[in-house]
């Protein structure tokens, strides 16, 4: 009875379709990303981190290297260079990425 049940495939092909312009946006505008999930881009230099020296040494060296690249996100977020950041940090500067 009814409508006949679609495979995931086919409605992931429905989809698709029918939002072309919103999934190809990226390619016509550089400005949008490719993803819209920046949780998931922090979260995967950490995964990296932890996967290429096994783990953290200390919980107080994996907090420091979270506070540190938490500050970095925040910077690249306001179009802040890491690097300024980070030397105007270190120079007692460190609201530089809140102006």
């Known amino acids: 009875r009814g409508r006949k049940k679609k495979t995931k495939v086919l409605n ?58 938490s500050y970095i996100g925040t910077a690249h977020k306001h179009g802040i260079n890491a690097f300024t950041a980070i030397r105007e940090a270190l120079l007692g500067n460190s609201d530089i990425i809140f102006n």
């Open 12 to 69: 992931l092909i429905d989809r698709l379709v029918n939002y072309k312009a919103s999934v190809c946006l990226f390619i016509k505008n550089l400005c949008v990303p490719f993803d819209n999930n920046l949780a998931e881009r922090d979260l995967r230099m950490i995964k990296v981190k932890t996967k290429v020296s096994g783990c953290f040494r200390s919980e107080e060296g994996a907090q420091e290297y979270l506070t540190i690249m």
